[in-house]
Protein backbone atom coordinates (compact mmCIF):
# COMPACT_ATOMS: atom_id res chain seq x y z
CA UNK A 1 0.00 0.00 0.00
CA UNK A 2 2.26 2.31 0.82
CA UNK A 3 4.09 2.18 -2.78
CA UNK A 4 0.61 2.60 -4.08
CA UNK A 5 0.54 5.73 -2.36
CA UNK A 6 3.91 7.15 -3.17
CA UNK A 7 2.76 6.60 -7.03
CA UNK A 8 -0.24 8.44 -6.73
CA UNK A 9 0.87 11.31 -5.21
CA UNK A 10 3.58 11.06 -7.68
CA UNK A 11 1.18 11.37 -10.51
CA UNK A 12 -1.34 13.48 -9.05
CA UNK A 13 1.37 16.03 -8.62
CA UNK A 14 2.99 15.61 -12.45
CA UNK A 15 -0.52 15.77 -13.80
CA UNK A 16 -2.08 18.83 -12.03
CA UNK A 17 1.13 20.79 -11.94
CA UNK A 18 1.15 21.06 -8.02
CA UNK A 19 3.50 20.33 -5.41
CA UNK A 20 3.72 16.78 -3.72
CA UNK A 21 3.03 18.43 -0.16
CA UNK A 22 -0.48 19.70 -1.29
CA UNK A 23 -1.12 15.87 -2.43
CA UNK A 24 0.07 14.55 0.53
CA UNK A 25 -2.21 16.68 2.94
CA UNK A 26 -5.26 16.11 0.94
CA UNK A 27 -4.53 12.47 1.02
CA UNK A 28 -4.00 12.41 4.86
CA UNK A 29 -7.56 14.37 5.35
CA UNK A 30 -9.13 11.47 2.85
CA UNK A 31 -7.91 8.73 5.56
CA UNK A 32 -8.72 11.69 8.13
CA UNK A 33 -12.35 11.06 6.91
CA UNK A 34 -12.35 8.15 6.47
CA UNK A 35 -11.13 6.66 10.06
CA UNK A 36 -13.54 9.19 12.01
CA UNK A 37 -16.22 7.62 10.52
CA UNK A 38 -15.43 4.64 13.04
CA UNK A 39 -15.78 7.49 15.80
CA UNK A 40 -18.21 9.78 17.15
CA UNK A 41 -18.60 12.81 15.63
CA UNK A 42 -16.32 14.94 17.36
CA UNK A 43 -13.39 13.56 17.76
CA UNK A 44 -10.18 14.92 16.66
CA UNK A 45 -8.74 12.07 14.12
CA UNK A 46 -5.80 13.03 12.05
CA UNK A 47 -3.34 11.38 9.66
CA UNK A 48 0.54 11.71 8.89
CA UNK A 49 1.92 10.23 5.88
CA UNK A 50 5.84 9.51 5.66
CA UNK A 51 6.64 11.49 2.43
CA UNK A 52 9.41 9.07 1.79
CA UNK A 53 7.92 5.78 2.82
CA UNK A 54 4.44 6.35 1.97
CA UNK A 55 3.88 4.45 5.27
CA UNK A 56 0.90 6.11 7.38
CA UNK A 57 -0.42 6.18 11.61
CA UNK A 58 -3.87 7.39 12.76
CA UNK A 59 -4.21 9.30 16.00
CA UNK A 60 -6.88 10.53 18.11
CA UNK A 61 -5.61 14.25 19.43
CA UNK A 62 -7.07 16.68 22.12
CA UNK A 63 -5.91 19.64 22.60
CA UNK A 64 -5.39 21.12 25.74
CA UNK A 65 -7.57 24.70 26.75
CA UNK A 66 -8.69 26.09 29.94
CA UNK A 67 -11.52 23.72 31.49
CA UNK A 68 -14.08 26.51 31.12
CA UNK A 69 -13.65 26.46 27.44
CA UNK A 70 -14.33 23.45 26.70
CA UNK A 71 -17.27 22.52 24.59
CA UNK A 72 -15.93 18.93 22.87
CA UNK A 73 -15.03 16.84 25.54
CA UNK A 74 -14.06 14.41 22.43
CA UNK A 75 -11.28 16.77 21.52
CA UNK A 76 -10.86 18.92 23.70
CA UNK A 77 -9.12 18.29 27.40
CA UNK A 78 -7.69 20.27 30.54
CA UNK A 79 -4.52 21.16 31.90
CA UNK A 80 -5.35 19.38 34.77
CA UNK A 81 -6.06 16.03 33.03
CA UNK A 82 -3.68 13.19 33.50
CA UNK A 83 -2.69 13.09 29.68
CA UNK A 84 -1.43 16.93 29.92
CA UNK A 85 1.29 16.40 32.56
CA UNK A 86 4.32 17.95 31.28
CA UNK A 87 2.14 19.91 28.27
CA UNK A 88 1.73 23.59 27.52
CA UNK A 89 -1.65 25.07 27.28
CA UNK A 90 -2.92 24.68 22.98
CA UNK A 91 -0.40 21.93 22.86
CA UNK A 92 -1.88 18.72 20.86
CA UNK A 93 -1.61 15.46 22.56
CA UNK A 94 -1.66 12.47 19.89
CA UNK A 95 -3.26 8.62 20.80
CA UNK A 96 -1.97 6.22 17.63
CA UNK A 97 -5.05 3.72 17.14
CA UNK A 98 -5.69 1.65 14.07
CA UNK A 99 -5.38 3.13 10.77
CA UNK A 100 -8.05 2.09 7.86
CA UNK A 101 -6.50 0.20 4.95
CA UNK A 102 -6.14 2.45 2.17
CA UNK A 103 -7.79 0.26 -0.21
CA UNK A 104 -10.87 0.27 1.80
CA UNK A 105 -11.61 3.84 1.95
CA UNK A 106 -13.67 4.81 -0.66
CA UNK A 107 -12.02 5.94 -3.42
CA UNK A 108 -14.18 8.47 -4.80
CA UNK A 109 -14.05 9.99 -1.48
CA UNK A 110 -10.58 10.15 -1.70
CA UNK A 111 -10.60 11.29 -4.99
CA UNK A 112 -13.12 14.20 -4.46
CA UNK A 113 -10.92 15.20 -1.16
CA UNK A 114 -7.73 15.40 -3.07
CA UNK A 115 -9.10 17.02 -6.53
CA UNK A 116 -10.90 19.50 -4.41
CA UNK A 117 -7.63 20.69 -2.70
CA UNK A 118 -5.63 20.68 -6.04
CA UNK A 119 -8.28 22.89 -7.48
CA UNK A 120 -8.27 25.03 -4.70
CA UNK A 121 -4.01 25.23 -4.99
CA UNK A 122 -4.65 25.87 -8.62
CA UNK A 123 -7.06 28.56 -8.22
CA UNK A 124 -5.09 30.03 -5.87
CA UNK A 125 -2.27 29.84 -8.25
CA UNK A 126 -3.61 31.92 -10.66
CA UNK A 127 -5.12 34.31 -8.44
CA UNK A 128 -1.55 34.72 -7.18
CA UNK A 129 0.23 35.01 -10.89
CA UNK A 130 -3.05 37.80 -11.34
CA UNK A 131 -1.94 40.14 -8.51
CA UNK A 132 1.77 39.85 -8.42
CA UNK A 133 1.14 41.62 -12.55
CA UNK A 134 -0.81 44.26 -10.95
CA UNK A 135 -3.65 44.66 -13.08
CA UNK A 136 -6.15 47.22 -11.64
CA UNK A 137 -7.63 47.48 -15.73
CA UNK A 138 -9.09 43.99 -16.84
CA UNK A 139 -10.93 43.14 -19.58
CA UNK A 140 -12.84 39.77 -20.27
CA UNK A 141 -16.37 37.88 -21.80
CA UNK A 142 -19.41 37.44 -20.14
CA UNK A 143 -19.78 33.79 -19.45
CA UNK A 144 -22.89 33.70 -17.74
CA UNK A 145 -25.61 35.59 -15.69
CA UNK A 146 -26.42 35.17 -12.13
CA UNK A 147 -29.13 37.35 -10.25
CA UNK A 148 -28.17 40.20 -11.84
CA UNK A 149 -24.72 39.94 -11.63
CA UNK A 150 -22.49 39.26 -14.59
CA UNK A 151 -19.50 36.45 -13.89
CA UNK A 152 -16.69 37.77 -16.20
CA UNK A 153 -13.74 35.44 -17.67
CA UNK A 154 -10.60 36.82 -17.18
CA UNK A 155 -7.95 34.74 -19.06
CA UNK A 156 -8.09 31.34 -16.46
CA UNK A 157 -9.92 33.42 -13.95
CA UNK A 158 -13.99 34.13 -13.10
CA UNK A 159 -14.52 37.44 -11.45
CA UNK A 160 -18.09 39.35 -10.47
CA UNK A 161 -19.27 42.27 -11.55
CA UNK A 162 -22.20 42.76 -9.37
CA UNK A 163 -25.33 44.52 -10.86
CA UNK A 164 -24.79 47.54 -8.45
CA UNK A 165 -21.10 47.92 -10.18
CA UNK A 166 -22.96 47.96 -13.46
CA UNK A 167 -23.79 51.13 -15.64
CA UNK A 168 -26.96 51.87 -15.12
CA UNK A 169 -29.05 51.32 -18.26
CA UNK A 170 -26.37 49.46 -19.95
CA UNK A 171 -27.38 46.16 -21.63
CA UNK A 172 -25.02 43.55 -20.92
CA UNK A 173 -25.27 39.91 -22.60
CA UNK A 174 -23.29 36.74 -22.34
CA UNK A 175 -20.96 36.97 -24.93
CA UNK A 176 -20.29 40.75 -24.57
CA UNK A 177 -16.11 41.53 -23.83
CA UNK A 178 -16.06 44.43 -21.32
CA UNK A 179 -14.14 46.10 -19.43
CA UNK A 180 -13.70 46.78 -15.57
CA UNK A 181 -11.56 47.85 -12.74
CA UNK A 182 -10.77 45.59 -10.23
CA UNK A 183 -12.72 46.60 -7.29
CA UNK A 184 -11.61 44.29 -4.34
CA UNK A 185 -11.18 40.68 -3.51
CA UNK A 186 -13.69 39.11 -1.69
CA UNK A 187 -13.52 35.88 0.36
CA UNK A 188 -15.99 33.24 -0.28
CA UNK A 189 -16.70 29.62 0.15
CA UNK A 190 -15.27 28.73 -2.92
CA UNK A 191 -12.14 30.54 -2.18
CA UNK A 192 -11.14 34.70 -2.98
CA UNK A 193 -14.00 36.20 -5.34
CA UNK A 194 -12.58 39.24 -7.81
CA UNK A 195 -14.94 41.78 -7.25
CA UNK A 196 -15.20 44.19 -10.28
CA UNK A 197 -16.71 47.88 -10.54
CA UNK A 198 -17.27 49.49 -14.01
CA UNK A 199 -18.89 52.76 -11.61
CA UNK A 200 -15.77 53.12 -9.58
CA UNK A 201 -13.97 56.78 -10.51
CA UNK A 202 -11.23 54.87 -10.76
CA UNK A 203 -12.26 53.10 -13.42
CA UNK A 204 -12.58 56.43 -15.58
CA UNK A 205 -8.66 57.05 -14.67
CA UNK A 206 -7.87 53.63 -15.94
CA UNK A 207 -9.36 54.20 -19.26
CA UNK A 208 -7.56 57.38 -20.12
CA UNK A 209 -4.58 56.01 -18.76
CA UNK A 210 -5.48 53.48 -21.95
CA UNK A 211 -6.11 55.61 -24.19
CA UNK A 212 -3.73 58.86 -23.72
CA UNK A 213 0.34 57.19 -23.93
CA UNK A 214 1.62 60.63 -22.20
CA UNK A 215 0.42 59.81 -18.95
CA UNK A 216 2.13 56.63 -18.57
CA UNK A 217 5.30 58.92 -20.18
CA UNK A 218 4.67 61.01 -17.10
CA UNK A 219 3.93 63.81 -19.23
CA UNK A 220 0.43 64.01 -17.86
CA UNK A 221 -1.27 63.30 -13.98
CA UNK A 222 -4.37 62.61 -13.50
CA UNK A 223 -5.36 64.34 -10.20
CA UNK A 224 -8.52 63.35 -8.86
CA UNK A 225 -12.07 61.94 -11.15
CA UNK A 226 -15.42 62.09 -10.57
CA UNK A 227 -18.86 60.27 -11.27
CA UNK A 228 -22.17 60.30 -12.14
CA UNK A 229 -22.13 56.95 -14.18
CA UNK A 230 -23.87 56.54 -17.25
CA UNK A 231 -24.92 60.09 -17.30
CA UNK A 232 -21.45 62.52 -16.44
CA UNK A 233 -18.11 62.71 -15.00
CA UNK A 234 -15.23 64.98 -14.53
CA UNK A 235 -11.75 64.22 -14.24
CA UNK A 236 -8.85 66.80 -13.47
CA UNK A 237 -5.67 66.87 -15.23
CA UNK A 238 -2.29 68.34 -14.67
CA UNK A 239 0.26 68.99 -17.28
CA UNK A 240 4.33 68.00 -16.04
CA UNK A 241 5.60 69.82 -19.23
CA UNK A 242 4.76 73.05 -20.68
CA UNK A 243 4.52 72.62 -24.42
CA UNK A 244 1.62 70.47 -23.98
CA UNK A 245 -2.25 71.45 -23.60
CA UNK A 246 -3.51 68.99 -20.75
CA UNK A 247 -7.20 69.44 -21.61
CA UNK A 248 -6.70 68.49 -25.42
CA UNK A 249 -4.05 66.26 -25.12
CA UNK A 250 -7.10 64.18 -23.19
CA UNK A 251 -9.48 64.93 -25.62
CA UNK A 252 -7.26 63.76 -28.46
CA UNK A 253 -7.35 64.98 -32.20
CA UNK A 254 -11.22 65.50 -33.50
CA UNK A 255 -12.29 64.42 -29.69
CA UNK A 256 -10.92 60.94 -30.66
CA UNK A 257 -9.33 60.25 -27.41
CA UNK A 258 -12.32 61.21 -25.15
CA UNK A 259 -14.95 59.45 -27.22
CA UNK A 260 -13.63 56.09 -27.17
CA UNK A 261 -13.77 56.53 -23.40
CA UNK A 262 -17.33 57.85 -23.45
CA UNK A 263 -17.89 54.61 -25.91
CA UNK A 264 -16.56 52.38 -23.33
CA UNK A 265 -18.86 54.34 -20.95
CA UNK A 266 -22.24 53.48 -22.41
CA UNK A 267 -22.34 57.05 -23.70
CA UNK A 268 -21.23 58.54 -20.19
CA UNK A 269 -20.32 62.75 -21.21
CA UNK A 270 -16.84 63.72 -19.56
CA UNK A 271 -15.43 66.96 -18.65
CA UNK A 272 -11.92 67.31 -18.51
CA UNK A 273 -10.75 70.09 -16.07
CA UNK A 274 -7.77 71.39 -16.15
CA UNK A 275 -6.13 71.00 -12.19
CA UNK A 276 -5.02 74.33 -10.35
CA UNK A 277 -2.60 74.00 -6.57
CA UNK A 278 -5.01 77.49 -6.00
CA UNK A 279 -7.98 75.14 -4.54
CA UNK A 280 -10.09 78.52 -5.79
CA UNK A 281 -8.88 78.49 -9.40
CA UNK A 282 -9.28 74.84 -9.27
CA UNK A 283 -12.98 75.24 -7.83
CA UNK A 284 -13.30 77.76 -11.34
CA UNK A 285 -12.21 75.09 -13.59
CA UNK A 286 -14.42 72.22 -12.15
CA UNK A 287 -17.39 74.21 -12.57
CA UNK A 288 -17.51 74.63 -15.90
CA UNK A 289 -19.07 75.28 -18.31
CA UNK A 290 -20.71 77.72 -15.42
CA UNK A 291 -18.96 80.67 -15.17
CA UNK A 292 -18.05 81.70 -11.16
CA UNK A 293 -18.67 84.89 -10.73
CA UNK A 294 -16.76 85.20 -7.00
CA UNK A 295 -15.81 82.77 -4.54
CA UNK A 296 -15.89 82.88 -0.54
CA UNK A 297 -13.08 80.17 0.71
CA UNK A 298 -13.67 79.04 4.51
CA UNK A 299 -10.57 77.02 5.13
CA UNK A 300 -12.05 76.09 8.70
CA UNK A 301 -15.15 74.73 7.36
CA UNK A 302 -13.22 73.22 4.24
CA UNK A 303 -16.29 75.09 2.09
CA UNK A 304 -16.28 77.34 -0.74
CA UNK A 305 -19.18 79.94 -1.62
CA UNK A 306 -19.80 80.43 -5.34
CA UNK A 307 -21.65 82.97 -6.69
CA UNK A 308 -23.07 82.90 -10.20
CA UNK A 309 -25.45 85.38 -11.83
CA UNK A 310 -29.03 84.13 -12.78
CA UNK A 311 -28.82 83.13 -15.91
CA UNK A 312 -25.62 80.61 -14.74
CA UNK A 313 -27.56 79.51 -12.24
CA UNK A 314 -29.21 76.50 -13.69
CA UNK A 315 -26.00 75.30 -15.50
CA UNK A 316 -23.85 75.84 -12.22
CA UNK A 317 -26.34 73.37 -10.39
CA UNK A 318 -26.71 71.03 -13.22
CA UNK A 319 -29.86 68.14 -13.32
CA UNK A 320 -30.67 67.28 -9.63
CA UNK A 321 -27.52 69.14 -8.38
CA UNK A 322 -25.39 66.75 -10.76
CA UNK A 323 -22.75 69.59 -11.57
CA UNK A 324 -22.20 70.75 -8.44
CA UNK A 325 -22.13 67.84 -7.03
CA UNK A 326 -19.33 66.08 -9.20
CA UNK A 327 -17.27 69.44 -8.88
CA UNK A 328 -17.28 69.16 -5.40
CA UNK A 329 -15.93 65.67 -5.22
CA UNK A 330 -13.43 66.34 -7.87
CA UNK A 331 -12.10 69.05 -5.69
CA UNK A 332 -12.76 68.07 -2.32
CA UNK A 333 -14.36 71.00 -1.08
CA UNK A 334 -17.95 71.29 0.22
CA UNK A 335 -19.60 74.19 -2.68
CA UNK A 336 -22.48 76.32 -2.18
CA UNK A 337 -24.01 78.10 -5.09
CA UNK A 338 -25.35 81.71 -4.48
CA UNK A 339 -26.40 83.69 -6.98
CA UNK A 340 -24.83 87.60 -7.06
CA UNK A 341 -27.75 88.97 -5.19
CA UNK A 342 -27.47 86.08 -2.27
CA UNK A 343 -24.40 86.53 -2.05
CA UNK A 344 -24.69 90.23 -1.65
CA UNK A 345 -26.60 89.89 0.56
CA UNK A 346 -24.89 87.49 2.68
CA UNK A 347 -21.87 89.26 2.83
CA UNK A 348 -24.12 92.54 4.02
CA UNK A 349 -25.39 90.22 6.80
CA UNK A 350 -22.01 88.75 7.98
CA UNK A 351 -20.01 92.14 7.82
CA UNK A 352 -23.14 93.60 9.96
CA UNK A 353 -22.89 90.36 12.26
CA UNK A 354 -18.81 91.33 12.43
CA UNK A 355 -19.01 94.83 13.26
CA UNK A 356 -21.95 94.25 15.73
CA UNK A 357 -19.23 91.73 17.54
CA UNK A 358 -16.70 94.21 17.64
CA UNK A 359 -19.17 97.15 19.03
CA UNK A 360 -20.39 94.66 21.82
CA UNK A 361 -17.24 92.98 22.67
CA UNK A 362 -14.51 95.92 22.25
CA UNK A 363 -16.75 98.62 23.33
CA UNK A 364 -15.76 100.08 20.15
CA UNK A 365 -18.15 102.68 17.90
CA UNK A 366 -19.50 101.98 14.75
CA UNK A 367 -17.11 103.74 12.64
CA UNK A 368 -14.03 101.68 14.22
CA UNK A 369 -16.15 98.62 14.34
CA UNK A 370 -16.29 99.09 10.00
CA UNK A 371 -12.59 99.89 10.14
CA UNK A 372 -11.75 96.62 11.50
CA UNK A 373 -14.10 94.67 9.16
CA UNK A 374 -12.78 95.99 5.95
CA UNK A 375 -9.43 96.20 6.94
CA UNK A 376 -10.06 92.05 6.78
CA UNK A 377 -10.81 90.88 10.57
CA UNK A 378 -13.98 88.75 11.41
CA UNK A 379 -12.91 87.74 15.07
CA UNK A 380 -12.14 89.01 18.49
CA UNK A 381 -8.97 86.60 18.18
CA UNK A 382 -7.65 87.93 15.50
CA UNK A 383 -7.77 91.82 16.63
CA UNK A 384 -5.72 89.82 19.97
CA UNK A 385 -3.02 88.25 18.05
CA UNK A 386 -2.25 89.71 14.99
CA UNK A 387 1.10 91.28 15.17
CA UNK A 388 1.47 94.44 16.29
CA UNK A 389 3.22 96.06 13.40
CA UNK A 390 0.49 94.90 10.72
CA UNK A 391 -2.28 96.67 12.71
CA UNK A 392 -0.37 99.95 12.93
CA UNK A 393 -0.22 99.74 9.04
CA UNK A 394 -3.86 100.68 9.33
CA UNK A 395 -3.70 104.63 8.30
CA UNK A 396 -6.96 105.24 10.19
CA UNK A 397 -5.71 103.70 13.45
CA UNK A 398 -2.64 104.85 15.92
CA UNK A 399 -0.17 102.95 17.87
CA UNK A 400 -2.09 103.92 21.10
CA UNK A 401 -5.38 102.99 19.52
CA UNK A 402 -3.90 99.76 18.44
CA UNK A 403 -2.68 98.82 21.75
CA UNK A 404 -5.99 99.76 23.54
CA UNK A 405 -7.72 97.30 20.78
CA UNK A 406 -5.50 94.46 21.53
CA UNK A 407 -6.12 94.84 25.51
CA UNK A 408 -9.73 95.14 24.79
CA UNK A 409 -9.63 92.24 23.08
CA UNK A 410 -7.72 90.05 25.28
CA UNK A 411 -9.80 90.81 28.29
CA UNK A 412 -12.94 89.88 25.74
CA UNK A 413 -11.65 86.70 25.47
CA UNK A 414 -10.76 86.15 29.29
CA UNK A 415 -13.74 87.08 29.99
CA UNK A 416 -16.00 84.62 27.83
CA UNK A 417 -13.32 81.85 29.07
CA UNK A 418 -14.25 82.55 32.81
CA UNK A 419 -17.54 82.35 31.94
CA UNK A 420 -17.76 79.28 30.16
CA UNK A 421 -15.98 77.63 33.00
CA UNK A 422 -18.40 78.71 35.31
CA UNK A 423 -21.17 77.67 33.22
CA UNK A 424 -22.64 74.33 34.51
CA UNK A 425 -24.62 71.48 32.97
CA UNK A 426 -28.12 70.84 34.45
CA UNK A 427 -29.21 67.34 34.60
CA UNK A 428 -31.43 66.01 32.43
CA UNK A 429 -34.52 64.78 33.71
CA UNK A 430 -34.40 60.55 33.47
CA UNK A 431 -30.94 60.85 35.13
CA UNK A 432 -32.55 63.18 38.41
CA UNK A 433 -35.48 60.44 38.30
CA UNK A 434 -33.40 57.73 38.22
CA UNK A 435 -33.57 55.15 41.07
CA UNK A 436 -31.29 55.61 43.57
CA UNK A 437 -29.96 59.12 42.69
CA UNK A 438 -30.18 62.19 44.58
CA UNK A 439 -30.27 65.58 43.43
CA UNK A 440 -26.67 66.35 44.55
CA UNK A 441 -25.07 63.31 42.70
CA UNK A 442 -26.95 63.67 39.33
CA UNK A 443 -25.63 68.07 39.71
CA UNK A 444 -21.60 66.64 40.64
CA UNK A 445 -21.93 63.99 37.57
CA UNK A 446 -23.56 66.37 34.93
CA UNK A 447 -20.86 68.94 35.97
CA UNK A 448 -18.46 66.15 34.76
CA UNK A 449 -20.16 65.63 31.69
CA UNK A 450 -22.62 63.12 32.70
CA UNK A 451 -25.89 64.94 32.03
CA UNK A 452 -27.99 62.03 31.45
CA UNK A 453 -28.93 58.00 32.06
CA UNK A 454 -27.37 57.37 28.25
CA UNK A 455 -24.16 59.06 29.41
CA UNK A 456 -24.08 57.27 32.50
CA UNK A 457 -24.90 53.64 31.08
CA UNK A 458 -21.85 54.40 28.83
CA UNK A 459 -19.76 54.24 32.02
CA UNK A 460 -17.83 51.39 33.67
CA UNK A 461 -18.21 51.42 37.46
CA UNK A 462 -14.23 52.12 38.10
CA UNK A 463 -15.02 55.14 35.29
CA UNK A 464 -18.33 56.03 37.80
CA UNK A 465 -16.55 55.53 41.11
CA UNK A 466 -13.94 58.01 39.91
CA UNK A 467 -16.43 60.50 39.65
CA UNK A 468 -18.41 60.21 42.56
CA UNK A 469 -18.27 58.66 46.44
CA UNK A 470 -20.27 55.95 46.42
CA UNK A 471 -19.41 52.33 47.41
CA UNK A 472 -18.80 49.87 44.50
CA UNK A 473 -22.19 47.74 44.76
CA UNK A 474 -23.66 51.07 44.79
CA UNK A 475 -22.03 52.49 41.70
CA UNK A 476 -22.78 48.83 39.69
CA UNK A 477 -26.94 49.07 40.76
CA UNK A 478 -26.34 52.72 39.47
CA UNK A 479 -25.22 51.77 35.88
CA UNK A 480 -27.20 48.73 35.74
CA UNK A 481 -30.57 50.72 36.16
CA UNK A 482 -29.04 53.01 33.51
CA UNK A 483 -28.44 50.60 30.65
CA UNK A 484 -32.12 49.06 31.67
CA UNK A 485 -33.56 50.92 28.23
CA UNK A 486 -30.88 48.76 26.66
CA UNK A 487 -32.60 45.80 27.13
CA UNK A 488 -36.50 46.69 26.54
Given at each position: ?309 EEQLAQ ?148 LLDLVK ?19
Amino acid sequence: MSREILLLVDALAHEKNVGRDLIFTALELALASATKKKYDAGVDIRVEIDKESGEYQSFQCWTIIPEELIENPDAEISPADKRAQGKLENEVIKEPIDSVEFGRIGAQAAKQVILQKVREAEREQILNDFLARDEKLVSGQIRRMERGNAIIEIGRLDAVLPREQMIPKENLRVGDRIRAILLKIDDSIRGPQLVLSRTDPEFLKRLFELEVPEIEEGLLEIMSASRDPGLRSKIAVKGNDQRLDPVGTCVGMRGSRVQAVTGELAGERVDIVLWSIEPAQFVINAMAPAEVSSIVVDEDKHSMDLAVSEEQLAQAIGRGGQNIRLASELTGWELNILTEEESDQKTKDEYASVSQLFIEKLDVDEDVADILVQEGFSTIEEVAYVPIDEMVQIAAFDEDTVTELRSRATAAILTDAIAKEEKVAEPAEDLLSMDGMDADMAKLLASKGVVSMEDLAELAADELLDLVKVDEEKAKNLIMTARAPWFV
